[in-house]
């Protein structure tokens, strides 16, 4: 049964014809306990990483280290069952200490890859003390293209171990042609103590 | 009585069913100057229901010449004058085709402060121009962590410039974020302009 209303068809099929936003909430992991990494797989745990978008929202919030002074990255799976996609890339900060005795803008270069198959740098040198924490967003864009890279931008806001408030500003690509079907965020050593991870799929139509 | 089309359940007891995807981010208020104010204030809508939250300023408008839209932050009492370490930078060109660059602002940052964060530059007040631009804010109601949030804006600078700012930060409180309100510095007035705040699940 279509419904219909002033001539205009609201939903039929089974489905809305009317447009009901463009932002859709795929999956959300809050995490209960400390874990290694944070996962997106799809196909997984009704996780949606293909064609279904042409880019993809993940948002950060609250992630707490650990460690005192670890980092926090991303990886970018292709093809394998490893996060080691190739990816070059950038990243620059402006940061300010709480003592007003330092601030600045600076290219990160021990934090950008070059043909790199590690993970990327997001937020780094996070403070773990009970109040600190980094949050943050990433987006991908069209990760089922096997034709082109696959680029991703990103901004993180970080507690530093030394507090300072860090904005970190990450760009680059996977330099591969396959699709990229996962996306795993963990710190570069120890566990994700907290933290709120989600992933939106935005629609271009 | 439910709707169902094609054997599936579109919405029944007065929501959409629970398999429906819709938009994830809702305008929960706007407010559009009638007439020039001192400031505009969110102090209702922000709470756990989001995780996150968006404002969206537009056509922003001094009353003043040079003047910079500010934010603060509530955390618990009346006042807005949450504890903020921010950082701040800008890339700028002129209209005469000089002066590109970019640069950090140590004028416009915050360390531990309880005043309010520049989100522009020095925004014109010439009938045309005005600044717009987007503040995140982070997990609000969080009463463990600081809360984190990023902002970008771009303005017609007094000089002729366009301005771009990046701003960052945390609020240093554990205490819920309950109330957010923008001013002009120097409090003078906002001439013109349209907030809205939108919260995303």
Redesign the interface.
Known sequence: ???ISNAVTI??????SA???????IKTITLSSAAGTVSFVHGASSVVLDSTYPVYKF?Y??V?PAEEGAIFQVGFRDGSTAYDATKTTTNFE???????SS???AYQPAQDLAQGTGFQTLIRNNGNG????????MYLFNPSSTTFVKHFIA?G???HQS?????S?VAGYCNVTAAIDAVQFKFHSDNID?G?F?L?GIKDS | MG??????T?LDAGALDAG??????TLITSTTLSSAAANITFNSGISSTY??YVFKFMDIHPATDDSKLLVNFRDGSTAYDATK?????RAQHRENGTNGN???R?DD????STGAQPLTMDIGNANDESANGSL?L??PS?T???K???AESNCVYSGDYSMNA?????I?V?AAIDGVQFTMEGGTNIDAGTIKMYG??
């Open positions: 049964m279509a419904i939903a039929d099929a089974g489905a809305f447009s009901l936003g463009s932002l859709t909430l948002v919030t609250s707490h402006p940061i300010a200490n709480e003592g007003d601030a600045e803008i009970n109040d600190e924490c980094g949050s943050g967003e901004r806001c970080g507690h507090d300072y408030t860090t904005s500003f907290a709120t989600k939106y | 709707v169902i089309s094609n054997g599936t579109l429906i995807a819709t938009g994830e981010m995780n996150t370490t921010t950082n701040f930078f970019i640069a950090y140590t940052d915050l360390a531990q995140i982070y997990n969080n463990t962590f600081v984190h949030f990023a990046y701003i960052g930060g945390y240093n554990t995303i699940k």
